[in-house]
């Protein structure tokens, strides 16, 4: 089992930054999926982005694709989300994710994300 603890939320205004930083312990070694959601009220979830260790892919939606940087420090157990220049449409909810990737193709699909930190909030005026 892995625990995940993220940190880093708050209010900023509009084109501004925040660095979203989530810290992992257990068995944080078979977890090769880390990635970062977040869900609106009303809306699905979306995957923000991701890193995949197996294969030293990276992933980001269309919607934070050059906004947001993925990154990690294995010393620290921790995963980060640098997010710049920020929007109002960024308001919401975000949660770290960590997973072991799919058996056969070594992907991180959605399913493969299986341990969850509580969330933390990012609100941008």
């Known amino acids: 089992h892995v625990q995940l603890v993220e940190s880093g939320g708050g209010s900023v205004q509009a084109g501004g930054s925040l660095r979203l930083s989530c810290v992992g312990s257990?068995?944080?070694?078979?977890?090769?999926?880390l990635g970062w959601f977040r869900r609106a009220p009303g809306k699905e979830r979306e995957r923000v982005a991701h890193?995949?260790?197996?294969?030293?892919?990276?992933y980001y939606s269309d919607s934070v694709k050059g906004r947001f940087t993925i990154s990690r420090d294995n010393a620290k157990n921790t995963l980060y989300l640098q997010m710049d220049n920020l929007k109002p449409e960024d308001t919401v909810m975000y949660y770290c994710?960590?997973?072991?990737?799919?058996?056969?193709?070594?992907?991180?699909?959605?399913?493969?994300?299986?341990?969850w930190g509580q969330g933390t909030r990012v609100t941008v005026s």
């Open positions: 257990g068995r944080t070694y078979i977890t090769q999926c």
């Open positions: 890193i995949n260790t197996a294969t030293g892919g990276t």
């Open positions: 994710a960590a997973g072991v990737p799919a058996f056969w193709t070594s992907q991180c699909l959605n399913e493969q994300f299986t341990n």
